[in-house]
């Protein structure tokens, strides 16, 4: 194909947050696999301070962090001007203009996919491919999105949203006896188990809340749900597909950032080890979930199943890894679903 008829796709990676890391796997994951006979990668790296370039460098110095080098990198800022849709770059004394024809944001955690970037590429009229602004923001916001999920029919922990000025010891051991312990502790909006404490008593409590707010403003005091947590990888807008569900198997402790990356004392099944009917009612669970927080072309949505054989919400992440060895990618894997072709539908759209 000629390059004139590529589609130019801005690949956002990096970024100011806790999952700077994770996101450069992700992005590399997605460049290597992308069809680049139909697609131009337009690779758009984000650095640690909030700055951003245009890569034009090798795309293995992506996962190496080796990416952000002046040869290879350009300042660039996305342009106001929606006719543009695109970005302004600062080419030395040169300011030039790069239309795109869409972005797939590859940002993990704040900064990236809590609608800040989705704001910012809706505004310049930019395609987005993943979720938009609204559902950015609502599924980045554990309450809320709980909430929303509570209003669709579907159980919810109980739960409560603390801000520093209630976080005194009197009213944090009130809602932990509320909620019984064991119980956990986490950043309101944070990704990747970052900042969060399973709590097992009341002496633990006010530290776990201390380490929470050194991720975020507001903290969420959650119910221990018993059971085992189940994952779904939707895709699409209007029609819906679901990959297999997968199941987090622990021997001890819980799903944390450690433990996402490494699965040194935990498994991953795919598909997950309960009934065919199981697996139906969790797939339309995950559905009404992603309809009802506003989700479109792609997002995980993590739920509890407990021995009873009851479904509660945990959360949506709306970019989830996206590695080859990804939960995500994995899911649609075991429903026949290659990484090349997740893409290519992910990517026809714009």
């Known amino acids: 194909m000629e390059e004139k008829n590529r589609k130019k796709i801005a690949i956002l990676f990096g970024g100011c947050s806790s999952e700077y890391e994770v996101s450069l796997q992700s992005a590399y994951a997605v460049v290597a696999h992308m069809d680049t006979e139909?697609?131009?990668?337009?690779?758009?790296?984000?650095?640690?301070?909030?700055?951003?370039?245009?890569?034009?460098?090798?795309?293995?110095?992506?996962?190496?962090?080796?990416?952000?080098?002046?040869?290879?990198?350009?300042?660039?800022?996305?342009?106001?001007?929606?006719?543009?849709?695109?970005?302004?770059?600062?080419?030395?004394?040169?300011?030039?203009?790069?239309p795109l024809d869409g972005a797939l944001p590859i940002l993990h955690g704040k900064n990236g996919e809590d609608g800040t970037v989705q704001g910012v590429l809706e505004l310049a009229g930019i395609p987005i491919i993943g979720c938009n602004t609204m559902s950015s923001a609502i599924c980045m916001d554990k309450g809320t999105a709980h909430r929303l999920a509570k209003e669709c029919g579907v159980k919810v922990p109980r739960a409560y949203t603390v801000s520093k000025a209630e976080a005194n010891q009197m009213q944090l051991r009130i809602w932990g006896r509320e909620l019984n312990y064991p119980l956990f502790v986490k950043p309101l909006r944070a990704g990747s188990s970052f900042g969060i404490t399973k709590v097992a008593g009341p002496e633990d409590l006010?530290?776990?809340?201390?380490?929470?707010?050194?991720?975020?403003?507001?903290?969420?005091?959650?119910?221990?749900?018993?059971?085992?947590?189940?994952?779904?990888?939707?895709?699409?807008?209007?029609?819906?597909?679901?990959?297999?569900?997968?199941?987090?198997?622990?021997?001890?402790?819980?799903?944390?950032?450690?433990?996402?990356?490494t699965l040194k004392t935990s498994s991953i099944h795919v598909p997950a080890r309960i009934s065919p009917e199981k697996a139906k009612e969790i797939k339309e669970t995950a559905k009404t979930i992603y309809r009802g927080l506003g989700c479109s072309h792609f997002a995980r949505v993590d739920m509890f199943l407990t021995p009873e054989g009851e479904i509660y919400f945990n959360e949506v992440n709306t970019i989830p890894g996206f590695t080859a060895h990804s939960r995500y990618p994995n899911m649609m894997k075991a429903a026949g679903i290659s990484f090349e072709e997740l893409l290519s539908r992910l990517l026809v759209c714009v």
């Open 206 to 261: 006010e530290g776990a809340v201390r380490h929470a707010f050194e991720y975020d403003s507001y903290v969420i005091l959650e119910e221990t749900i018993p059971g085992f947590e189940v994952g779904c990888a939707v895709l699409g807008t209007e029609e819906l597909l679901v990959g297999e569900v997968d199941e987090i198997e622990l021997s001890q402790g819980f799903f944390d950032y450690t433990e996402k990356y």
């Open 38 to 98: 139909k697609y131009e990668p337009i690779l758009i790296g984000i650095d640690r301070a909030g700055k951003w370039y245009l890569y034009q460098g090798e795309p293995s110095g992506i996962p190496e962090d080796s990416w952000c080098r002046e040869e290879v990198c350009t300042p660039a800022a996305v342009s106001p001007d929606k006719e543009l849709h695109g970005l302004i770059l600062l080419d030395g004394q040169e300011v030039k203009e790069l």
